[in-house]
């Protein structure tokens, strides 16, 4: 194959934008209503719809609304939470910032998802919840995972970051747990640059967050300030900063819209991609559970030295050089100085994720890429091993 640059840099999880956003966001800006307005209702409204439940409430992002998820669990100091160590930061952070102690299970070294036995070995007095995390947009085994909960008197928190169009045994992803969390970010599958959205089992817990997450105040801001006349409010918790704008949703009601279409079109990447590196030195992401649906976020392959002749960091660094943009999802958490330095973890005691972490490499999936892009894709890729 030729040994070339390509001609412009292709940059990781850029979005699909069409039309129809920007003019969403323009009539944004002339209406004058910026923040949190009518918009955000329709966007909650929406995505409640496809997910088939009766409510959800946006917020600035999945962090945010993981944070108040765990915070209406009434976390109480020394309370533990298991999750998994293959996630971005935000996942513990958000059980630090609610009072827990996070707790790492290992994952299935096949699907990179929370191991339920590993959960299990981990359970003591003190667990409070599980969040299981939908890693890439493959659904956790969500019947074993609720058996625990059941049998130890536990809550769930999903964590559905990368799982918008996430099925499991034909229930929708976000709706098995207490509470679901997704996000919006701008790599996401649906994008309003940043964003998030809460889906809860009991709607007094919706209301509660929705309070929770404008400062604590009993009445939010376009109704206090639309054209029915001013509405005083009443501050009846200690409350955050996290509402979304409307200018956010004013992008996210099309992007939503359009999640089937664009789910096609990844899946006509990711079957590209199957296709192109069969038989290659590589771990590739393993077939999708039988009556599951994959969201198909992220297509992570595997670079063993051993296997392939080149670390993973350099294989980084070949990509780059070939103008593809990659990513690393994730470095597993107990490689972090913060997490070791507060709470003694180690990359040994999470061999599965550790070795998953030192691998792994996210190589480009989006709506937006044409064939053009996949073929830069996938010459890049052998150039890296062959270099």
Not at 287 to 299: G, K, N, S, W
Not at 310 to 318: C, E, K, Y
Request: glycine share 8%.
């Amino acid at each position: 194959m030729p040994v070339r640059p390509k001609e412009r840099f292709l940059v990781f999880g850029s979005p699909r934008i069409e039309e129809a956003e920007v003019e969403e966001v323009a009539g944004s800006l002339r209406s004058g209503w910026l923040g949190t307005g009518p918009k955000v209702a329709r966007f909650e409204r929406d995505f409640a719809a496809y997910k088939q439940v009766n409510h959800a409430a946006a917020f600035n992002s999945c962090t945010a609304a993981l944070h108040l998820s765990l915070v209406a669990l009434g976390l109480e100091p020394g309370d533990e939470v298991i999750t998994t160590p293959l996630t971005f930061c935000a996942t513990v952070n958000a059980i630090i910032h609610a009072g827990g102690v996070p707790v790492l299970a290992d994952v299935d070294p096949v699907t990179m998802n929370l191991d339920p036995e590993a959960v299990r070995q981990r359970i003591t007095p003190r667990t409070k919840a599980i969040l299981p995390v939908h890693f890439a947009g493959r659904p956790c085994d969500m019947d074993a995972l609720l058996a625990l909960a059941d049998e130890y008197g536990l809550r769930i928190v999903e964590d559905c970051a990368h799982a918008i169009e996430s099925t499991y045994k034909g229930r929708a992803c976000g709706t098995f747990g207490d509470f679901g969390c997704f996000s919006f970010y701008v790599t996401k599958n649906v994008v309003t640059g940043e964003g998030g959205m809460v889906l809860a089992r009991r709607k007094e817990d919706l209301d509660r967050i929705k309070v929770l997450g404008l400062h604590g105040m009993s009445a939010d801001a376009w109704k206090r300030f639309g054209d029915e006349g001013y509405k005083h409010y009443q501050v009846v918790a200690a409350g955050f900063k996290y509402n979304m704008m409307d200018i956010q949703a004013a992008i996210g009601i099309h992007q939503l819209s359009r999640v089937e279409r664009y789910y096609e079109r990844r899946q006509q990447v990711w079957n590209a991609y199957d296709r192109a590196f069969a038989g290659m030195p590589l771990t590739t992401p393993a077939p999708q559970e039988t009556d599951t649906r994959h969201a198909l976020h992220l297509y992570s392959v595997l670079v063993d030295e051993a296997r392939t002749g080149v670390s993973r960091d350099r294989f980084l660094q070949r990509m780059t050089a070939e103008n593809i943009g990659v990513g690393v999802h994730y470095l597993g958490l107990p490689e972090q100085p913060y997490y070791q330095e507060r709470f003694g973890w180690r990359p040994d005691d999470t061999p599965h994720a550790t070795r998953i972490g030192r691998q792994t490499v996210s190589l480009p999936l989006s709506a937006k890429l044409t064939d053009t892009d996949i073929q830069d894709v996938v010459e890049a890729v052998h150039i890296a091993l062959e270099s």
